[in-house]
C-alpha cells in the first residue's frame, strides 16, 4: 500500500499546486481568507495568571499554540510538542514510547522520582489528561510556576485548554489515511439544548497505526498506535452570575509495546566473561547480536520479550464560577480520577535474557482527588487572587512493582547454592501501597501604581506528605523451589514544606511595546526509593530553584504587513538536584538523591512575521547552557562534567507559510513546512564523568546527536466555497533516522544501552468537515 499511497499523494499534491497557479494567475484580487499570512501574528489569549488575558501582556516567557496549528504541523502526541515549542523537550525511555518526561530550562523528571519538574494541567487540573484534539490551545509556561498553579514546578507547566460548550450547533469531523494502515478519526458536535442555560459537548479521537518497527523474535509489529478517547462536556448557565461546567473524559491506549534495540555494550563486565559448565559465555552471543542489529538498522529488531504498553483513564472534572459581584468572583475546581498502567520491555534489546521488566494490568487503580478553591477580585489599580488547593493521589497495596527478569552472577549460597548461579532469575517487589497529598494556600496581586506600569507579587505556602511501602524484594532461582528474599519490607513517610514565591514588574512603553523583569523561586518535593536496599537511600529531600528574568514583547504594524518579537534572558539557580544513582547490587537498584547542585542560563526568540497576504513565517528558538555546580556520587565519583538530561543547548522551530491567492469558489490553499531542530542531547545524568572516578565508568551510549526532522504540508480549506477541507502531508520528509529515547545501563552490572527511535518518513491525507 505505501508504495501506491506515495504516487497518489503525489499526484494529488501535482494536481493542488495546478488549480492553485492557475487560479493565481487569474486573480486581480485576492479575498480574505480565514488562515492567511496575518494569523500568524494575531493576538493570543493565553491563561497564565489563571485569567483570560493578551500573551503579550504577560510577564513570563510563554509558547501558545492554537487548535488550528495542532492540526497542521500534525501535534497529535505529546512526543509532537516540542515540534511547535522550542525550549520544551520530550524524553522517552526505551522502554515506552508513551512514557514523556517533559523538560524546560534543564528541568524534568529523574526516574524513581514522586514529582516531575513540569507539569501538564488540562481545564485547569493536574495530570488529568494529555489528549490532542478538540483544544482550543495549549500552552507552555516557562520557568517556576510556584504561586498560582496547582502543584509546584521548578520548569514550567503545560496548559490544555480544550472547548467548551456554547449556544451555536458546531462541530467537525476529521478522518486521516495514511502509510503503515494509518487510520484516524477525530469528531466533535456541541450545542444548546436550552439556549443560554444547558450547553452540551461530545468529541472523540481514534489513532490506529501498524508498527513500523518489526521483531524478527515472534515475526511481530511493535511502534503501533492503538487509542481511543473520548469526553463529555456540561455547562450550565442559570444566571449570567452562576456558570457550571463539567467534563468526563475516558482514554485508553493498548499498543504492541516500543522497538528498541541495542547500541552498545561494556565488554569489560565480568558477568559477560563468565561461564559455567552449563552456561557458556554471554558475550559472543552479544557480539554477535550487535552486530546484526547493525546490520538491519533501527527498524529491524530482535528481542525475547513480548512487548506491549497500555494505559487506561477515566476521570471526571467540575469547575463553579460564582460572579459575587462586579469586581469579586469565586470559583471552585473539583477532579477525580482513576488509572492503571502496564508495559512489558526489553532493557537490553536484544534475544538475551539480560534483563527484561514486566508489570502488566493488576486489577488495581490509582486514584487522583483535586479540589482548589478560589477567591479573585478586580479592581480599578489592582487585581487579587486567593486559594486554597487540596490533591491526594492513592495507589493500591498487593500489586507487583517492579517484576524483572535479570542476568546475574551470584556467589554460593550454604545449603542452597553450594557453587553458585550464573544465569537469569526473576527479581520482584510487591507494592504495600502509596498516599501522596499536597496542601497548599496561596495569593497574588498585580498593582498598576503608574500608567503603564504593573507590579506583581505572589506568595504561596505548601506542605506535601508522602507515604510508601513496600512487602520487600524477592528472587527466584532456578531449581530453588522458593523465592529468596533480597530486601526486607520497609514503610516510610515524611512531610515537606516549603514557601515559594513571585515578583515581577512590566512596564508598558507603547500598547505594543513593554518590557519585563521577574524573579521566582520553585519548589519540587522530596520523596522514597520504594525498590532500595539501604534504609539510608530510602528518601530524598526538595530541590529549589530561583529563577531570574528579563524580557521585551512587541509588536509592529498591523493586519497583512505585522512582526510579533519576543525575547528574554533566563539565569537559573539550582539546589539540591534530585539525580539518580545506579547502585552494583544483585539485584539492580536504582536510587535518587539530592547529589548536585548548578545554574541554567539561556535566551528564549518568538518571532512572527506577516509579509502581506500570501507569506508568514514562524520561529521560535531556545538556547540553553545548564552546567553542574557540583554532582558527587559516592560510587562513580565526580559527575560534574556531566550534562544536564533532557536538555539540548539549541532547539528551533521554522515554519514558512504561503497561502495562495484563489477566490471564494474555489477556497484557501496554503503550504507550508515546519522545521525542526535539537542539538546533542543526554537522556542520562550520567553521561561524562570528569576527575577520578573511583568506579570505571564508561557512557558512551548516554547522549544522542542532534537532528533536523522537516515535515510538509498542503492544505485547501472551503473547497469549492463547502464546509470541506482537505490536505496532504509528510511527516519527516528526508526520512531522518533519530534517537528519542534510551536505557542506558553501561554503568551497571548489566553493561548494555539500547535507543528508541524516531518515527519514519510517513505521508497522509487528511480529510475535515465543519459545521
Known amino acids: 500500500m505505501g508504495l501506491r499511497l506515495r504516487h497518489g499523494l503525489a499526484a494529488s499534491l501535482s494536481a493542488l499546486l495546478s488549480i492553485a497557479a492557475n487560479e493565481a494567475a487569474a486573480q486581480t484580487e485576492t479575498s480574505g481568507t480565514s488562515q492567511n499570512a496575518s494569523e500568524a501574528t494575531a493576538d493570543i489569549i493565553v491563561t497564565a495568571r489563571r485569567q483570560a488575558e493578551n500573551l503579550q ?347 524483572t527478569v535479570q542476568y546475574v552472577q551470584l556467589p554460593p549460597i550454604p545449603g542452597l547454592l553450594p557453587a553458585g548461579y550464573l544465569g537469569p532469575i526473576r527479581a520482584f517487589v510487591i507494592s504495600g501501597g502509596s498516599l501522596n497529598t499536597s496542601k497548599a494556600f496561596y495569593g497574588e496581586a498585580n498593582l498598576r501604581p503608574l500608567d503603564g506600569l504593573t507590579l506583581t507579587a505572589g506568595i504561596r505556602r505548601t506542605k506535601d506528605f508522602r507515604s510508601t511501602s513496600t512487602e520487600g524484594t524477592k528472587i527466584l532461582i532456578p531449581d530453588i523451589p522458593f523465592p529468596l528474599p533480597a530486601g526486607a519490607p520497609s514503610a516510610n513517610e515524611a512531610t515537606f514544606k516549603a514557601t515559594t514565591w513571585n515578583l515581577a514588574a512590566l512596564y508598558e512603553f507603547t500598547p505594543d511595546l513593554n518590557a519585563y523583569a521577574t524573579v521566582r523561586r520553585g519548589y519540587k518535593s522530596g520523596g522514597f526509593n520504594s525498590t532500595a536496599l539501604n534504609p539510608a537511600d530510602q528518601f530524598f529531600r526538595p530541590e529549589t530553584v530561583t529563577d531570574y528574568e528579563i524580557g521585551i514583547k512587541s509588536k509592529w504594524g498591523s493586519g497583512d504587513w505585522a512582526i510579533r518579537a519576543n525575547l528574554d534572558f533566563f539565569y537559573d539557580d539550582y539546589k539540591d538536584i534530585q539525580r539518580f544513582v545506579n547502585l552494583n547490587t544483585i539485584p539492580a537498584s536504582t536510587v535518587t538523591r539530592n547529589a548536585a547542585a548548578g545554574n541554567i542560563k539561556g535566551v528564549d526568540v518568538d518571532l512572527a512575521v506577516a509579509a502581506g497576504s500570501i507569506f508568514s513565517i514562524d520561529l521560535k528558538y531556545t538556547y540553553l547552557d545548564a552546567e553542574y555546580d557540583e554532582y558527587i556520587d559516592p560510587g562513580l565519583g565526580d559527575l560534574s562534567n556531566s550534562r544536564f538530561p533532557n536538555s539540548p543547548k539549541h532547539q528551533l522551530n521554522v515554519t514558512p507559510r504561503v497561502s495562495i491567492p484563489t477566490s471564494d469558489e474555489i477556497g484557501k490553499i496554503s503550504i507550508q513546512s515546519n522545521i525542526y531542530y535539537q542539538s546533542l542531547i543526554a537522556f542520562d545524568p550520567v553521561n561524562r564523568p570528569n576527575g577520578n572516578p573511583v568506579a570505571a565508568l564508561s557512557v558512551p551510549g548516554a547522549t544522542a546527536p542532534g537532528y533536523t526532522r522537516i515535515d510538509l504540508r498542503a492544505d485547501w480549506h472551503d473547497i469549492m466555497d463547502t464546509s470541506l477541507s482537505a490536505a496532504i502531508f509528510v511527516k519527516n520528509i528526508t526520512d531522518k533516522t533519530y534517537i528519542v529515547g534510551g536505557n542506558n545501563q553501561l554503568p551497571t552490572q548489566f553493561g548494555t544501552v539500547a535507543y528508541l527511535y524516531g518515527e519514519p518518513r510517513m505521508f497522509g491525507v487528511e480529510f475535515r468537515f465543519d459545521f
Do not use: C, H
Open 57 to 403: 501582556d504577560v510577564p513570563l516567557s510563554i509558547i501558545a499554540v492554537d487548535d488550528r496549528m495542532l492540526n497542521e504541523r500534525n501535534v497529535k502526541t505529546a512526543n509532537d510538542l516540542p515540534l511547535v515549542a522550542a525550549g520544551l523537550s520530550v524524553q522517552n525511555t526505551a522502554s515506552n514510547r508513551n512514557d514523556t518526561t517533559f523538560s524546560i530550562r534543564g528541568q524534568g523528571r529523574t526516574f524513581g522520582q514522586n514529582s516531575p519538574g513540569v507539569v501538564a494541567y488540562f481545564a485547569e487540573v493536574p495530570d488529568f489528561s494529555t489528549t490532542f484534539y478538540d483544544l482550543e490551545n495549549v500552552q507552555v509556561l516557562k520557568g517556576p510556576q510556584g504561586t498560582l498553579f496547582g502543584r509546584n514546578t521548578t520548569g514550567g507547566a503545560i496548559l490544555f485548554v480544550p472547548k467548551r460548550p456554547t449556544n451555536d450547533l458546531d462541530g467537525f469531523f476529521n478522518f486521516r489515511i495514511g502509510e503503515y494502515e494509518r487510520r484516524d478519526v477525530e469528531f466533535a458536535v456541541g450545542g444548546a439544548i436550552v439556549p443560554d442555560k444547558v450547553m452540551l459537548r461530545f468529541a472523540g479521537q481514534f489513532l490506529n497505526r501498524e508498527g513500523f518497527t518489526k521483531n524478527l523474535f515472534n515475526d511481530s509489529r511493535t511502534d503501533a498506535e492503538d487509542r481511543k478517547s473520548f469526553r463529555v462536556s456540561l455547562l450550565l448557565t442559570p444566571s449570567e452570575r452562576f456558570e457550571n461546567y463539567t467534563l468526563f473524559e475516558y482514554t485508553s491506549i493498548e499498543e504492541a509495546g516500543s522497538g528498541a534495540s541495542i547500541g552498545g555494550f561494556t565488554a569489560t563486565n565480568p558477568v559477560f566473561s563468565a561461564s559455567t559448565p552449563t552456561q557458556p559465555p554471554l558475550l559472543p552471543q552479544l557480539t554477535a547480536a550487535l552486530a546484526a542489529q547493525q546490520a538491519r538498522g533501527p527498524r529491524i529488531i530482535d528481542v525475547d520479550f513480548p512487548l506491549s504498553n497500555g494505559f487506561k483513564s477515566r476521570g471526571v472534572l467540575n469547575s463553579t464560577t460564582l460572579d459575587m459581584t462586579d469586581d469579586i468572583s469565586l470559583k471552585n475546581i473539583f477532579s477525580y480520577r482513576w488509572y492503571q498502567m502496564e508495559t512489558n520491555y526489553d532493557i537490553d534489546g536484544t534475544d538475551l535474557p539480560i534483563l527484561n521488566v514486566s508489570n502488566p494490568f493488576q486489577g488495581n487503580w490509582i486514584t487522583q482527588r483535586t479540589e482548589e478553591i478560589q477567591l479573585r477580585g478586580n479592581f480599578d489599580i489592582v487585581d487579587v487572587v486567593a486559594g486554597y488547593y487540596d490533591e491526594r493521589n492513592k495507589s493500591p497495596a498487593g500489586s507487583v512493582g517492579f517484576d
